[in-house]
């Protein structure tokens, strides 16, 4: 064995670190206010799930409430209250670090106060993070979509507790990169605000006009056309590749998932029963009640990889810039109106080719197509880099958190 390092159920851990269930080092537990008055807009602020930001607790959108003074004393949030989501959305947690707002925490949240003089509010916040104490709650919850775990569940937990010293350098670390990924966050959101702003701008007033002209989509510039998608594109129908799945396949199947998470969730197979080329926009045409994907469009960049899954369409332009109508027909209000928010929409393709487009001259989609696309390739540098943080956090996380990365104190 390794010296200076003890066998443990987490594996070799350094021998000054001790393993203790979340019991052994609580203090106290609760679990939060059942709701029952209205919001208002002078009170006391109520934590909900949805405020629970890992690490810290969002005062921004937290409702407040008019309570009794028992009820405040009974449930108010104090400086180092470790809050856990009960419900919903396991793995969600909040420190509460600033004392300074009036607040109490909702039923669906359980406030745990820890002793402070064994363990670091944060250390632990991250071991609740890592996939250290996931594999145990997954195997003590229970539920699907609404998993649910109570106190008994979460002191129950066992956890590597180094030196205190060493916890709050941990926790340094990792906050660091947190700190960093928040940054990241708010450069992705800026991005997209820019993105929805020059979209708004350039798909209804193009660049540079000063002279409109009334049209059926309201006033749009001179010398802009409204036609059909019907005029401009050739539509073909996706094919089933349910049978002929194979995941060391060479060709990319384009389903309703992999439009809806950006390529992220692939399947693949060797029959490439709809071939996509480049310049083809794949659009979705069938989605749950409300759903986030319909009409959800991918735009090909490349032959020879990708093919047609059935309730998918591809649209080839035959007339215009196809980053421009990929702009355009992405969740266009128009194929939108169609979700009833109670039945599952089905496009047919007459719907789909009926829909009224804003048409420039092609030297104008170009431009606006080149604009738009210099913000979505920005954005998605800047997802890929925090695609790579996130997974260098959870790196870091697993060799932290059992001692094969050590840190000096």
């Not at 402070?116 to 993070?129: K, M, T």
């Amino acid at each position: 064995m390794k010296d200076g390092y003890k066998d443990t159920l987490f594996g070799k851990l350094p021998d000054t670190w001790n393993i203790s269930k979340i019991k052994d080092i609580t203090v106290e537990h609760k679990q939060g206010y059942f709701t029952k008055e209205p919001y208002v807009n002078d009170g006391i602020y109520l934590a909900r799930v949805t405020d629970l930001k890992n690490p810290l607790i969002d005062f921004s959108d937290m409702p407040k409430l008019n309570i009794s003074n028992k009820d405040y004393e009974d449930f108010k949030i104090c400086k180092d209250d470790f809050l856990f989501a009960r419900s919903g959305a396991i793995g969600r947690y909040g420190i509460f670090e600033n004392d300074t707002k009036p607040a109490i925490f909702g039923s669906y949240i359980i406030r745990f106060r820890f002793d402070l003089e064994f363990v670091v509010n944060r250390y632990i916040g991250y071991f609740y993070e890592s996939s250290i104490c996931r594999q145990q709650l997954k195997s003590i919850s229970q539920g699907n979509a609404n998993v649910n775990i109570n106190a008994e569940n979460i002191k129950s937990l066992n956890l590597p507790i180094p030196p205190l010293t060493e916890q709050q350098k941990i926790a340094d670390i990792l906050t660091t990169v947190d700190e960093k990924l928040e940054n990241i966050e708010s450069q992705i959101a800026e991005y997209t605000n820019l993105k929805t702003g020059l979209m708004q701008q350039l798909l209804t007033k193009g660049i540079g006009h000063t002279n409109f002209v009334d049209s059926e989509l309201g006033m749009i510039p001179e010398g802009w056309r409204v036609v059909k998608l019907k005029e401009i594109v050739k539509f073909n129908n996706g094919k089933a590749h349910e049978g002929c799945v194979d995941e060391s396949g060479n060709y990319i199947i384009v389903n309703s998932k992999f439009i809806s998470t950006e390529g992220k969730t692939r399947k693949y197979t060797n029959e490439n029963l709809c071939p996509l080329r480049k310049g083809d926009i794949a659009l979705v045409m069938s989605d749950i009640p409300n759903g986030k994907a319909i009409a959800k469009c991918f735009i090909v960049k490349e032959d020879n990889i990708y093919t047609l899954n059935q309730r998918i369409c591809s649209i080839s332009p035959i007339n215009g810039i196809s980053e421009y109508l990929f702009y355009i027909l992405n969740r266009n209000k128009y194929y939108l109106q169609f979700d009833n928010g109670v039945s599952q929409t089905n496009l047919r393709k007459d719907e789909v080719l009926e829909c009224p487009i804003l048409f420039p001259p092609i030297a104008e989609q170009m431009k606006i197509a080149d604009i738009l696309s210099t913000v979505d390739i920005k954005l998605e540098s800047i997802q890929q880099k925090k695609e790579e943080f996130t997974n260098m956090k959870k790196g870091l996380m697993e060799q932290l958190l059992t001692g094969r990365i050590r840190v000096k104190v």
